[in-house]
């Protein structure tokens, strides 16, 4: 049976991402993880999971895929000239630069630019905030894809495809919504860090949750 792990909205949570990595490890001997954006920002040690992300897992029977997420695009925005700086530090961004004692290191920023919007499989897509119904899914911005949200209660079709998302958290996710599941559960605000456990062959929701609390 072929696993794929969808993680949720970190902010600089690295002793929670820590241990749920290895959860995720105990589970299962291979699989794909993959993370849905928000490293960064609130929380206390953004650049020690920047650190942990960039290099990779630890074995070879493991692949990840980091998405980008509104956060991810706040901070990089704000350092080529995108968005307003004053933006991104009242929203997390005066923590982050702490973690790294002022000032983020050039190769930091271009990982963090280079992450894709999104990924998709045979039975599910994953970004990091949602889709735009309305459009095809060639079709969604990178606006869409970081920044949308959604009510609780609201599914929809996703192309025949279960939707996995994070970016609008919730104490009491990881939750489904018909087609979709949010696995923000809200940890740099004293919820818990989610991951959703998807097997691979299987459409539908995730077979199982795993959380760890900060």
């Known amino acids: 049976m072929s696993l794929t792990f969808a993680i949720g909205d970190i902010h600089g949570c690295i002793d929670p991402m820590m241990r749920m ?7 299962a001997p291979a699989g794909k993880i993959v993370f849905l954006g928000d490293y960064v920002d609130r929380g206390p040690d953004s650049r020690s999971v920047i650190e942990r992300l960039v290099a990779g897992p630890s074995s070879p029977d493991w692949q990840w895929i980091t998405l980008k997420g509104n956060h991810e695009d706040m901070l990089t925005g704000a350092h080529d000239g995108r968005h307003a700086e004053s933006w991104w530090l009242e929203n997390g961004g005066i923590e982050t630069l702490a973690s790294y004692g002022g000032a983020l290191p050039p190769e930091h920023l271009r990982w963090m630019e ?15 905030a949602g889709v735009r119904e309305g459009r095809y899914l060639e079709e969604q911005t990178p606006h869409d894809l970081m920044w949308i949200r959604f009510p609780d209660g609201v599914s929809g079709e996703y192309w025949g495809k279960h939707l996995v998302h994070g970016h609008t958290p919730s104490a009491s996710n990881p939750r489904i919504w018909g087609n979709r599941t949010n696995v923000d559960g809200a940890c740099v605000f004293g919820g818990r860090l989610a991951c959703a456990v998807f097997d691979d062959e299987v459409p539908g929701g995730p077979v199982e949750f795993l959380t760890v609390r900060p």
């Open 21 to 27: 990595i290895e959860r995720v490890e105990a589970y």
């Open 114 to 128: 280079s992450l894709p919007f999104i990924h998709t499989d045979q039975h599910r897509i994953f970004v990091h």
